[in-house]
């Protein structure tokens, strides 16, 4: 465990000025129609939809994606950040869905082929990225989004090893031979400048 980062997001949540919005992302949100449609295909199939959040703060899209039926598995660094997440899921009685695990992204590796949706947020690290994508299963989704290296004309203090070169983020994806639905790439005079994706895992790709 990296313990100045885990001490860092248990002070910021203690403190409250960690995100808590009770909400998904709005990336998320724009594309619930491919997420609907997906949960639809899982269920058709006999199965309940299964997704992970990376780096899943105080759970505002675990809590979103169990509302809506999935099972979900939430990680995060922070175990004040996952007890917010916790009491979110029991006040909307979806408790029971989630799986909330306390565990080093630096290291952890979910399983392959395990999810029908993975979202990541915030959080980068290359190492990490292909794990994901073969955790998702043939024709599930990966949505991505994480601030790129614009950051530094607003923010120049901001840890360079966590912020995306612009563009790399769909060419990775792509070059995998997903198709990316939809994806942009911030500039520097954006107020969050980020990179992001949704793409589908083609049906016949194992890995």
Known sequence: MCADDRAYWNERYRRGSGPRAARADHRL???????DALAARCRLAGTTPAALDVACGAGGTVRWLARRGWSVTGVDISEVALQLAADGL?????????????????????AAGAFDLVT?????????????????RPGGLLVYETFNRHRLAERPDSNEEFLLEPGRLRKTV???????????SVGPDASRPTDWLVARKPIAQTN
């Open 90 to 110: 029991a006040a909307d009685g979806t408790d029971h869905l989630v799986d909330l695990r306390h565990v080093d992204l630096t290291d952890w590796r979910p």
């Open 120 to 136: 990541c947020y915030f959080y980068w690290d290359p190492a990490l990225l292909p794990a994901l994508g073969a955790a998702v």
């Open 29 to 35: 949100v724009r594309f619930v129609e491919w997420v």
């Open 174 to 184: 792509a070059g995998w031979g997903w198709e990316v639905l939809a994806s942009q």
